[in-house]
């Protein structure tokens, strides 16, 4: 009977047992199931986030190349395959040989020395379609690919219209230089050929009234030929053409007069910054704004132009690119105490030679070269500021840089706000 209880016992625990294992296998299930649900869930989500990735890669238009270690391509996005030219794409030898400067190829080197690499700018051409293009490029490292080497994501985007813009504006800006120096040309030239119209027309008066009679001979056969007042004529004629070619150029240059008017130092700078902004980047030139005033009173063109031309000497004399600072601070000027501001823009370029220094405000006067400059810049800045009461002046270090400081009015002579002067 005992033996019978205790296999009863026996047979009770193991189906209790067997009861509780299956509860376990049951709830087991059950959790697997969750487990798979949910995984199902974040399998669905990150498909769908890798889509909207995806479309965002296909979509915008810079150019995203993955590169590995030795610079071959592992995969690029559609831009990439319109911006740059086939054979690039190839894949036979490494991207980062593509560009015939280098520097995506010592990029490379230092971004897998850890080193930081921003952007750079590189000129292709293409002989088979005759076109050159250029591109602007940067290059980082982004994680660890499965055999433990750096994967680099190379990005780039077409950037040849936009420069060909800047060189027009650029261009556009020296001819205006260049008219306004036509324009005070042609004022200069009316006076003194005023002086002549003015004689001649008396000289015609007097053979007129008889007073002179005189004719031309001619040299060789000692015949009278036209006479002095025939020739008169002809030159007026001349004349009178001549100021007609003047009145249509100063017509033609003539800048639209808008009075001048109170100004923020800021302002003034950021337009003459916008079009230099992009071949700063490109060359490593930094600038650095330092402004302890801002007001100042002036035509907004004329200081914009004054600026740019200041702007675009630093960057011809930084070629290995630098720092360019502007500084500001307020000033007085004697007699009267008039408030006035000071601007120092100071560059780390070649700076000038003491014996160029008294010649650089002279028109004509350049070391640029013809294509890049007619040294007209710094006379016609010099004049525009002079003609706004205000003063320029240099000083440079060779090998050092440059310093240009400049003095301009911050109130109208008159305008309320000014400070009275101390009696
Ligand atoms: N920041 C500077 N650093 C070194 N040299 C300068 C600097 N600014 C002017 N110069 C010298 O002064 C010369 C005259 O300058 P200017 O601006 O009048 O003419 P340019 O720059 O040569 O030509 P343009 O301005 O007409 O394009 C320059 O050619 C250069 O030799
Ligand atoms: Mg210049």
């Known amino acids: 009977m005992g033996l019978l209880l205790a296999s009863c016992a026996k047979l009770a625990s193991e189906a209790i047992e067997r009861i509780q294992s299956h509860q376990e296998i049951h709830r087991l299930a059950q959790n697997l199931e969750s487990s798979i649900g949910q995984l199902d869930k974040e399998r669905k989500k990150v498909e769908q986030e890798k889509v909207q990735k995806e479309n965002i890669l296909d979509s915008i238009p810079l150019g995203l190349l993955l590169l590995n270690e030795q610079g071959m391509i592992r995969c690029r996005n559609p831009a990439a395959g319109k ?98 120096l036509a324009a005070g040309t042609a004022h200069n030239l009316r006076s003194p050929l005023g002086a002549v119209k003015g004689i001649l027309e008396l000289l015609l008066e007097e053979l007129d009234a008889g007073r002179i009679a005189c004719y031309a001979t001619d040299t060789e056969t000692a015949r009278p030929t036209r006479t002095v007042k025939e020739q008169l004529q002809i030159v007026l004629k001349s004349l009178d053409k001549s100021f007609s070619i003047i009145d249509d150029l100063l017509q033609f240059a003539r800048r639209p007069d808008r009075p001048p008017e109170k100004l923020r130092l800021q302002g003034v700078l950021e337009g003459a910054e916008v079009l230099l902004a992009e071949l700063f980047k490109e060359r490593g030139i930094r600038v650095e704004k330092a402004l302890d005033a801002q007001d100042l009173f002036g035509r907004k063109a004329d200081l914009m132009q004054v600026f740019l031309n200041l702007y675009s000497n630093a960057y011809k004399a930084m070629p290995e690119g630098g720092i360019l600072t502007i500084e500001s601070r307020s000033t007085v000027r004697q007699p009267g105490n008039i408030p ?22 002279d028109p004509f006067f350049t070391t640029s070269g013809r294509v890049e400059g007619t040294g007209l810049g710094l006379s016609l800045t010099r004049k525009m500021v002079k003609e706004h009461g205000g003063s320029l002046e240099v000083s440079s270090t060779l090998g ?24």
């Open 340 to 361: 006035f501001i000071e601007v120092v823009v100071t560059d780390t370029g070649y700076g000038i030679p003491a014996d160029h220094i008294p010649k650089i405000f």
């Open 83 to 180: 911006i740059l030219p086939p054979r690039l794409l190839e894949g036979k030898k490494p991207f980062t040989e593509a560009f015939p400067d280098g520097m995506l190829s010592k990029a490379r080197e230092a971004v897998l020395q850890g080193e930081r690499f921003s952007r750079w700018a590189t000129t292709l051409s293409e002989p088979s379609e005759d076109s050159t293009r250029t591109y602007q490029w940067g290059l980082v490292p982004v994680g660890r690919e499965s055999n433990g080497e750096t994967a680099l994501l190379c990005i780039l985007q077409d950037v040849t219209e936009e420069r060909i813009l800047q060189r027009q504006l650029l261009e556009a800006a020296r001819m205006a230089s260049v008219g306004e």
């Open 400 to 423: 050092k840089g440059t310093s240009f400081l400049l003095t301009l009015p911050t109130y109208p002579d008159g305008l309320p706000g000014r400070p009275e002067a101390p009696v």
